[in-house]
Each structure stands twice: as C-alpha cells, then as structure tokens.
C-alpha cells in the first residue's frame, strides 16, 4: 500500500525557495517534507559557475551550491521525498497532494516552489553548448562576457531588457528576432533603438550554435533569413536564449489565482496566495527577478508566513483580546 506522510508544511520543490522554506520551517518545528520533483536543487544544478550568490568569495559550482543547500535543510530536520506531484487537492486543510508514486502527502500548510523554466529553441547545438556560452539569463551569466561580443535570441520584453543589460558588460550585442518587429513594449524599444552598442538582425533564427575547436565553446551563430531561408554567419562568444518562461503550475490551474502568463498570484508584500495555508515563494510566483537569492529570500518569507499562518489558527485571537487590542 502506498505511504501516507502528513506535516504541518508540506514543499513542493528543491530549488533554493524550497530549501530555504524547509530550513527556516525546520528550525520552526513544523518538520517540513520537501517534495524534491524531477530536479532535485532545481535549475542551478544544471549550471555551472555561479557568481553572485553572497558568501563565496570565489565562484562556486551550482550543482555543489544546491547539495549543501540541501544538506543545511536535512541537518536541521527537514525530510526529502523524491516523488513527483501528480494531484492535488486545496479544498480543505490538510491539503492532499498525491504523488507519482502513489504517496499521498498531507500538509496543515502547502509551499509551492516548483519555479519557471526558461525555454529553449531546442535544438541540438544549444544542448551541447548551455554553460559554455550559451546560456538563458543575462544577468547571472553577462558578467562572464564582459568586453565580448554577445547575441540576444528573442522579441518580447525579456529579450529586450536582456539586451540592454549586457550593454553593461558589452560593446557589441546584437539583439537577433525572427520576425519584423518587436513585441516588447514601446518604452522599452525606445531606449533598446537609442542604444549605440546594440544592433537588431530582423527576420532571423538560429539555425546553429558553432563551438570553436576543443573546449572553446561557443564562437559563433549561424542564422537562418526567415523569409529567404538564407544562412548567414556571425561571430559571438556568448549567445542568450530570451524566449520566456514557462511558469511550473499546471497542477493548480482552477485552483489558485494566476496570471495571464501562468505565474501563481500572491498577495504583494507576502508569498500568501488566495488560498488560506497555502503559500508561493520563488521563480513560480516571480516573473521579473528570477535569481537564486530572490528565490531563497522569499522561500524564507514563505516559512515564516506559513508558521504564522498556523499560529493563528492553534492559537486564535479571543474576541476578548481582538477588544482590548482595539481600545
Ligand atoms: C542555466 C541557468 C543558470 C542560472 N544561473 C544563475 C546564477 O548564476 N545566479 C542566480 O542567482 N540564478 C541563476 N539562475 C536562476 C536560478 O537558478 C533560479 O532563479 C532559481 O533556481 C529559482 O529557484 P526556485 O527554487 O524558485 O525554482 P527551481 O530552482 O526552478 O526549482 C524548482 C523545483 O520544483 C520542483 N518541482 C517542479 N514541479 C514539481 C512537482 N510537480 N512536484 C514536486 N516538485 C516539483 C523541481 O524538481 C525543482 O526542484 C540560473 C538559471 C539557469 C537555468
């Protein structure tokens, strides 16, 4: 018969939202269960240097990052489940999530930190490529091409606001769109158009991402005309997929407020969402910062919302002391 795990906060994900949630509901005592999903430690296990998370002087691998992340979280009491969710039901406390194994977890509160993964153009040379100059976010990784010729892939608002970020570190960035113009929006074209240091190439796609000989990673792009079907090459040494996201919350469609784009709604200033005990942190309910350290600061918020969420139903306030904080 399958298990059954009932805490009093149950995470969904094991990047750093969902480990820092589990470290500071650990060291609450409320004995989270992290539900680790497909990806335990989550995206940062699948770059390698990693530069700007504060306490290490020097840079430090993703993947050894999100062990020891882990292994805070466990050394202070927190339990790992490596089971997907498949089902989940909100309707009444404790909520029911079930698992791809057949668990059923119950949690008095739910954290989700399932995040949002870029998405790729899915072909063969950027698989071979990602980390070794071809990457999805800008501002963890534009800092490595600093005086570098740099591409940006994409139309919309990211890809834009990822182009003038690497203006920051580069001279030469060349924002590449497979169609005429651009979606992004106006204020933000105005000032990608003002831009000396980037060029725009209309109505191209990558059609390769050519590595240089041995393990010089990535030299240079081979672009399709997408009205000609003509190849032409450029030369860059860092190549930035801006395409979007794509937010992890298919479970909770119908069941928890989202936006147009799929990301979970919390109330602003909280990680609460519009269910009472349930509670979003990190890239899931975050479409602008998307970093590991914004991550695991609202992971904390998360913990700490929740632990005070079931403060208050253990020990609700007396109509009594409601008067005499009142008066
Ligand atoms: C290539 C790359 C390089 C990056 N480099 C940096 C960097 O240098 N610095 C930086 O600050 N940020 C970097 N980022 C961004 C950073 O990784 C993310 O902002 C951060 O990981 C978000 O954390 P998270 O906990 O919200 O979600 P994620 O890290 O995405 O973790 C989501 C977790 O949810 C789990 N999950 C999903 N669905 C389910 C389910 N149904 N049931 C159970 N579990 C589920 C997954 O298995 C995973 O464990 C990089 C991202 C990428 C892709």
Redesign the pocket.
């Known amino acids: 018969m399958a298990a059954t795990h009932s805490t009093r906060m149950l995470i ?7 480990l820092s949630a589990a470290i500071y509901g650990a060291r609450a005592g409320l004995a989270p269960i992290v ?10 296990t ?2 390698t ?5 504060p306490g290490f002087r020097d840079v430090i691998q ?1 993947p050894w990052l999100m062990e020891e992340m882990q292994a805070q979280a466990e050394h202070v009491g927190a339990r790992m489940e490596w ?4 089902e989940v039901d909100l309707s009444a406390r404790p909520f029911r999530l079930v698992g791809d194994s057949g668990a059923v977890y119950l949690g008095d509160t739910l954290v989700i ?6 998405k790729w153009l899915n072909i063969e040379s950027e698989e071979r490529l ?2 070794q100059g071809v ?3 800008a ?3 534009g800092f490595f091409f600093r005086g570098k010729k740099v591409a940006v892939i994409g139309g919309g608002n990211t890809a834009v606001e990822e182009a003038l970020y690497l203006t920051n570190h580069s001279h030469d960035v060349t924002l590449i769109h497979r169609r005429d113009s651009l979606r992004a929006e106006k204020i933000l074209q105005e000032r990608l158009f003002k831009h000396h240091g980037i060029k725009v190439l209309w109505n191209k796609e990558v059609a390769e991402f050519v590595g240089g000989e041995g393990a010089a990673g990535l030299v240079a792009m081979d672009l399709k005309d997408t009205t000609t079907g003509e190849i032409s090459r450029i030369d860059v040494d860092g190549g930035f997929v801006a395409i979007g996201h794509h937010p ?1 919350t298919e ?1 909770f469609q119908g069941k928890l407020d989202m936006d147009a784009d799929g990301y979970l709604v919390v109330e602003p200033g909280t990680t609460r969402t519009n269910v009472h005990g349930v509670f979003a ?4 309910a975050d479409k602008i910062y ?6 695991a600061g609202t ?1 904390c918020m998360a913990a700490l919302d929740a632990e005070r969420f079931l403060g208050e139903i253990d020990f609700p306030v007396t109509e009594e002391e409601k008067a005499e904080a009142a008066a």
């Open positions: 969904l994900g094991s990047g750093p939202a969902g539900v680790q999903g497909l990806q335990p430690g989550g995206q940062l699948t770059t240097d990693v530069e700007n998370y993703g089971d997907m969710i498949v930190a399932t995040g949002a993964q870029a990602r980390g990457s999805a976010c501002t963890c990784d992890a479970l942190c990190g890239d899931v998307r970093q590991a350290i914004t991550a992971g």
